[in-house]
Each structure stands twice: as C-alpha cells, then as structure tokens.
C-alpha cells in the first residue's frame, strides 16, 4: 500500500501541468493518513479502499486541509471532513491533495480559476472540462485511482468526457453534501471520478448513505431502486428527435454519439424516439431563471465583504441573479413542475436516456474569447438532470480525428444508480 501512494505522489511530482493542484497534502500527513488506515486494517475494520489515493476537489472540506472554493479571499480551514471524505478514508483512501475547479463550482470549462486554466490530458490546447477539472484530470492522467468532484449543473461529467474517463452523477441526496460549500445548494451532488465503472460503483457503494447532518440527504426507503427492466437483459433507450441533436458542427462527436448507439443496440437495447424539448426547457431555468439566484444566496456575505475577490466571469454570473424576485422563484417552481410531468411522458417510452455529455470541445483560446456562450454549449445535454432529479453515467465513447476524446451519458430517474452503471459497463466492453 505504501509502495501504492509513494508511485503516486512521484507522478504527481513529475507531471507537467502545476494546475492540477490548489494543495498538495503533505508528507506528514500523508503518513498520518497512511499509518490509520493500516492500523483500522490491522484491526480488521473493513477498508475496501485500502491504499487508494483521492483527489478532491476543492470546495469539498477535507481536515486540516484548506478549502478555497477556487478564491484565495474565500479560503478556511476546516476542523472535520466533509461526509463523503470520511468515509472513504474510514475505508481506507488516502487524500493526496485538492484539486482545482471553476471557481465556487461556476462553470463547465476548467478555466475561471486564478489558480491556473487546468489542462486537458490529451492536447493542453484544449480545455479540461469544469467545474471538476483537476479532479478529473488527476485520474485521467493516472496520478490518482479516484477524483471526488461536484455534479449541479454537468461538473461531474463534462471534464469525464473531455478526459476519456467515467463520471458519476448519482442520484441527489444518495452521497452527503455535507461539508460541501454549495452551489446551488438543492440540487448539488457529490460526483465520482474513476478510470473504470467498476471502481465507481466501489467508491459510490461505500460513500452512499443517509446522513443527517445534510438536510437534502435522502434514506434509501426515499429512492425507489431500480432493477434491470426485462429479466432478459433488454432495455429500451431515448434518443432525441434529430432536430433537437446539437453538435455545434462538430462531426466528429456526431460520428462518435451514433457509433455509440449502436453500441447500446448490441448490448440489448432498443431505440425509441424521444422528444426533449421539456428536458432543453428544464435545462434553461437552471442560469437563465432564478436558480441562479441560488448561487448568490451561497456566497452573498462573502461577496458583500469581498466584492472585489471574484474572477470578472464569476461575477458576472452571479450579478444576473439579483434580477430574480420571489415571484420569479414560485412561476419557475411551477414551470419545473409542470416540464417534470412532461418528462414522465418521455420516461414511460424508455428506460435510459442516451445522450452525447457534450456536443462539441473547445481550446483554451475560445473559451477565453466567448467564456459565457460556449460554456452555455457544453451544458446543452446537462443542464436539466439535477433539475428533473435523474442520476447520469459518463462513460468513454471514442475519439475524434484530432486525438481528442468524446463522451456519452446514461441518463436515468432516482435510483436507477446501479443499473446505469451495469448498461455502461455493457457498453463499454464493446468499446475499441
């Protein structure tokens, strides 16, 4: 186990993108670390987890380890381990360090950090992903066996695509959000990220649980859990009428969004055609409505200390939302419930819905020329997925002629958790 992390901390030391990193945990501590988990095991705790290593992205708490939130200003240093941390070194993971993001979780891109734009493993001209991005990064460029990141609004499974590895969103209230600092904090979640499906559901099986210091936790008699439809392994998946595809010109993730459906046909699925407009509609309220006046109200005294501590993108965000009143909260209340009803709709046609996790990729330069539309573009498919309450898988689809990945997401009610990790792990054995 010891050999395991030194291998790790050496990769860490030698790779090539500082930005990965807001804290390297330190060698004492990693010996502290090390040295309990042994001792739990000596003990015959069971510690399925013994000797991974973690990165965790940081505006998650981890003990004695500062939480920034990617904002210097903003940083604390907290006393007790956010839920989901503790467990997993209750099971025998080791915390190497926090890991950078979109500043206070505000962005699909990787770079409104002032910590430095997280490169993507497979081209550094090219964006990472976010808010997750060192997290993911960590992993995809094996310097960690498993990356702890956040999922409100894609986080979790845009940079696992950008990345060519597996992201977890699970279900909302099955992980603790517990000694996390919010985004919105209603529907955020605690997102895996792992260079397999059978490693994610490892660390989801033993992070989950009710917690009740988190007021959004859900108890498993809360979430229906979900079995495989047909005992013959069948499985019906929606695919968007093709006027609602959107790959803003890029062909290459078209090519690689429909070689994977007919991966998810010889893996025993059928296709349905689906319409999803009440999920695009869903999708809009999330930046464009006023949840994200939720988002303001996380960070509000902060900001009214600090005004001048955000990066100018952050800001602008955020300024957007005191345009929202209380009526506009309830109309938008009301609309998200009547675009869930409509969803049911499409939900009694399939089990599974199989959408690209982005339509398109870009560089570092063009998000940095146009930072708001096209973080708007990399949301298009996953907006709406904590908004309508379904859990989703991000799993490798391919690459494009250029040498740089793309993904696909599972998308499922509640609960269905498990079962979207036993369809991913179908197509991914049909996987070049």
Not at 127 to 154: E, H, K, N, Q, Y
Not at 180 to 207: G, H, K, W, Y
Not at 356 to 384: C, H, K, R, S, W
Request: aromatic share 8%; hydrophobic share 45%; glycine share 8%.
């Amino acid at each position: 186990m010891k050999a395991h992390v030194a291998e790790a901390l050496a990769r860490i030391q030698d790779y090539a993108d500082p930005a990965v990193w807001i804290y390297r945990t330190p060698a004492s501590q990693i010996d502290a670390q090390l040295e309990r988990a042994l001792a739990r095991s000596r003990q015959r705790v069971p510690c399925p987890l013994l000797g991974m290593t973690l990165a965790v992205k940081d505006n998650i708490d981890v003990a004695g380890m500062p939480t920034t939130a990617g904002c210097p200003d903003f940083a604390y240093t907290p006393d007790k381990s956010a839920t989901v941390i503790q467990k997993l070194c209750d099971a025998g993971a080791i915390v190497v360090g926090k890991a950078n993001l979109d500043q206070f979780a505000a962005g699909l891109v990787g770079t409104r950090s002032p910590y430095g734009a997280c490169r993507n493993v497979y081209d550094g001209r090219y964006i990472s992903g976010g808010s997750s991005s060192g997290s993911a990064v960590a992993v995809a460029a094996r310097l960690v066996d498993v990356g702890i990141g956040t999922d409100t609004a894609g986080s979790g499974r845009v940079p696992a695509a950008f990345n060519h590895i597996v992201g977890l969103k699970p279900t909302r209230g099955l992980l603790s959000t517990a000694g996390l600092v919010p985004a919105c904090r209603s529907l955020d979640c605690v997102a895996l990220f792992t260079r397999t499906i059978e490693l994610a559901e490892q660390v989801f099986r033993v992070a989950r649980g009710f917690d009740p210091e988190d007021v959004y936790s859900r108890r498993p008699e809360e979430v229906q859990e979900w079995a495989l439809p047909q005992r013959d392994g069948s499985f019906r998946f929606g695919v968007p009428a093709e006027e609602q595809l959107q790959f803003f010109g890029n062909q290459d993730m078209e090519r690689l969004y429909r070689a994977a459906l007919g991966h998810a046909e010889a893996a025993g699925g059928k296709r349905v055609t689906i319409d999803l407009a009440p999920f695009l509609d869903a999708a809009h309220l999330l930046y464009e409505g006023p949840w994200v006046a939720e988002r303001l109200s996380a960070i509000e005294d902060f900001i009214a200390r600090s005004p001048y501590a955000l990066l100018p993108v952050t800001r602008q965000i955020l300024d957007a939302a005191s345009k929202y009143t209380a009526v506009d909260a309830f109309k938008a209340s009301h609309q998200l419930q009547s675009l869930r009803r409509a969803a049911e709709t499409e939900w009694a046609k399939m089990d599974v819905l199989l959408l690209p996790t982005t339509g398109t990729i870009y560089t570092i330069a063009e998000v940095e020329a146009e930072p708001i539309v096209l973080n708007q573009n990399l949301g298009y498919y996953t907006n709406f997925v904590n908004l309508l309450d379904l859990c989703a898988l991000a799993v490798p689809a391919g690459f494009q002629a250029n040498g740089m990945p793309g993904g696909v997401t599972f998308i499922a009610p509640a609960g269905a958790d498990e079962w979207l990790m036993e369809i991913g792990r179908r197509l991914s054995s049909r996987d070049d």
